[in-house]
Nanobody
Framework: VQLQASGGGSVQTGASLKLSCAAS????????MGWFRQAPGKERDFVAS????????FYSDSVKDRFTVSRDNAKNTMYLQMSGLTPEDTAVYYC??????WGSGSRSDYVYWGQGTQVTVSS
């Protein structure tokens, strides 16, 4: 079972991007999922999470009101709509599937990880 993140790119400050995380099977339709990011030389930080049915979402303070996480279980895909991007958002973005039906801000709650997609925001 694999998670494939895509949609990253190089943009300027204020731009928007939409990341996708495709699962190779319907296995994760009952799992919470999340997005994390890792900037060079820094730890992998929580960005957003979503429950199995999309009914509950949770965001880090740094992205709240700018990013929106969603999922389409019929397509086995989770999304991260990012707007108002700044250079501080530059990082490799990873998607992950949680061990439970809801996501969380803790990396230890996630058991499967995608390979990451690079987002670069220039000023």
């Amino acid at each position: 079972v694999q998670l494939q993140a895509s949609g990253g790119g190089s943009v300027q400050t204020g731009a928007s991007l939409k990341l996708s995380c495709a699962a190779s099977s319907r296995r994760f339709s009952n799992n919470g999922m999340g997005w994390f990011r890792q900037a060079p030389g820094k730890e992998r930080d929580f960005v957003a999470s979503i429950s199995w049915n999309g009914g509950a979402t949770f965001y880090s303070d740094s992205v709240k009101d700018r990013f929106t996480v969603s999922r389409d279980n019929a397509k086995n895909t989770m999304y991260l709509q990012m707007s108002g991007l700044t250079p501080e958002d530059t990082a490799v973005y990873y998607c992950a599937a949680a061990r439970r039906a809801w996501g969380s801000g803790s990396r230890s709650d996630y058991v499967y990880w995608g390979q990451g997609t690079q987002v670069t925001v220039s000023s």
